[in-house]
């Protein structure tokens, strides 16, 4: 049976309309995208979740030559064709205009995500990725919204998940992710350290295949504390978490000073990094692979993969959006699920 994804198409007046829809024009090209994933573009069903008409005056916007299918049922998802593009419809509150963001259609963003989340948890389709959407524009909505992972979080009813971005060659996972830096060194405890690399540890058995992963373990502070005079959260905290999860079979290495850690000697055996806050990894990561890197969730019951970018207002509907992280996403989200198949 092939796999079935869905696509989420994020903010309706940013880029993940364009980027969607480029997909389905090119998809020719999935053979040689994919290939790295293991995954047949023949075996994928592909669906988005968004508003027809959107899709289809974007389409008109953008020169894309691309049928809009609308699916009666959504249980049956049809295997991908070029220039064909299936979508499980969702009504916009209001229309959308490309580039100019709108309070009213923020009830509609989190619809198809719900949509989506639901389907995945009752088993219907096997994963989803999420093209981007805007944190301010639903928040001024009058709905609190931290971003995907916690949304997806709450809704799935995951005490802890980890974010992982990758791209070829590196994956970084997270230990905190969206708090000012003048709290980051409160929120590395113990206890976060212990679920999070545990999550990141059987993610990486159980989406990847890794049957030992191995893990550097960034320091918090610079050159890795040096040994107390620059920091003593390695000596009080990192360190001896690390020797706990040892004991429990989950052998991780570090804590490494940052700054040397993301050399290319010290990568070329890892399977993953455990950064201890954001702009710690994902700079590196991003600068690596910006445009070919995937943001991918952890821990949760359902496969969910992301693109590695923002709504991007001003590209929306000038058909300069690159579909690269898409197809990125794309391809985790077939790998991940097709791991999970095995392992059932």
């Avoid at 364009?18 to 994928?44: E, F, H, I, M, P």
């Avoid at 049922?73 to 916009?92: A, H, K």
């Avoid at 504390?225 to 570090?254: F, K, Q, S």
Wanted: charged share 15%.
């Amino acid at each position: 049976m092939p796999l079935s994804l869905v696509i989420t198409a994020g903010e309706p007046a940013g880029i993940g309309p364009d980027v969607v829809l480029k997909l389905a024009a090119n998809w020719s090209q999935a053979a040689t995208r994919l290939a790295w994933s293991g995954v047949q573009a023949s075996d994928l069903a592909l669906a988005v979740i968004a508003d027809p008409e959107l899709m289809r005056a974007r389409a008109k916007s953008l020169g894309l030559t691309v049928t809009i299918e609308t699916l009666s049922n959504p249980e049956s998802i049809p295997v991908m064709r070029e220039g064909c593009l299936s979508v499980i419809p969702v009504s916009l509150s209001e229309p959308a205009t490309a580039g100019k963001l709108n309070t009213h259609n923020a009830d509609y963003v989190l619809k198809t995500l719900a949509v989506a989340t639901d389907g995945c948890l009752s088993g219907q389709w096997d994963g989803m990725v999420t093209a981007p959407v805007h944190k301010g524009v639903i928040n001024e909505s009058g709905v609190p919204f931290t971003g995907h992972t916690e949304f997806l979080q709450d809704r799935t009813h995951t005490e802890q998940v980890v974010m992982m971005l990758a791209t070829e060659g590196l994956r970084v996972a997270l230990v905190t992710t969206h708090l000012p830096l003048r709290a980051v060194a409160d929120a590395i405890t113990p206890e976060r350290i212990k679920r999070v690399s545990s999550v990141l540890y059987q993610g990486l058995q159980t989406d990847f295949g890794l049957a030992q992963p191995r893990i550097l373990v960034c320091g918090l502070n610079p050159h890795a504390g040096e040994d107390g005079h620059l920091g003593r959260e390695e000596l009080d905290i990192i360190i001896p978490t690390l020797t706990e999860l040892a004991a429990e079979g989950i052998a991780m290495i570090g804590p490494l000073p940052a700054d040397t850690l993301f050399a290319a000697h010290h990568l070329k055996d890892a399977d993953a990094v455990l950064a201890m806050y954001h702009d710690q990894g994902l700079p590196v990561l991003k600068h690596a692979g910006f445009g070919r890197a995937a943001n991918i969730t952890l821990g949760m019951p359902i496969v969910r993969t992301s693109v590695d970018h923002g709504t991007a207002l001003d590209l929306a509907g000038t058909g300069l959006a690159d579909e690269g992280s898409l197809w990125t996403a794309l391809g985790y989200a077939a790998l991940m699920a097709n791991a999970r198949q095995q392992n059932l």
